[in-house]
């Protein structure tokens, strides 16, 4: 199961760290992912990382701003968002799946996910 956190209130021009704990499974044997989904919106990826592969995605919209790492020894992936616009307010959620490249059809489990709300 992972558990989204990190979520908050910023101003506009401001950062956050997104956290992505797992429980029960390795996330270094997964494609990682984060999606956000904002009201009356579609649910969209904004940044995906398979370390296996050495493939990186990242939304134009957050291209520059946002960034995906992970700590294997704490078994958490991290989003970075730097620079957050009001656009940038949703429910942030991140994904572990085998299916690369990764769209939210053949995520199964979303999890709780975390607010983000920015001020401008």
């Known amino acids: 199961q992972l558990q989204a956190s990190g979520g908050g209130l910023v101003k506009a021009g401001g950062s956050l760290t997104l956290s992505c704990a797992a429980s029960?499974?390795?996330?270094?044997?997964?494609?990682m992912g984060w999606f956000r989904q904002a009201p009356g919106k579609e649910r969209e990826l904004v940044a995906a990382?398979?370390?296996?592969?050495?493939?990186?995605y990242i939304d134009d919209s957050v291209k520059g701003r946002f960034a995906i790492s992970r700590d294997m020894a704490k078994n958490t992936m991290y989003l970075q968002m730097n620079s957050l616009k009001p656009e940038d307010a949703a429910v942030y959620y991140c994904?572990?799946?085998?299916?690369?490249?990764?769209?939210?059809?053949?995520?199964?489990?979303w999890g709780q996910g975390t607010l983000v709300t920015v001020s401008s």
């Open positions: 994904v572990a799946t085998n299916r690369w490249p990764i769209v939210k059809e053949v995520i199964t489990s």
């Open positions: 029960g499974r390795t996330l270094s044997n997964y494609h």
């Open positions: 990382r398979s370390w296996r592969r050495g493939s990186t």
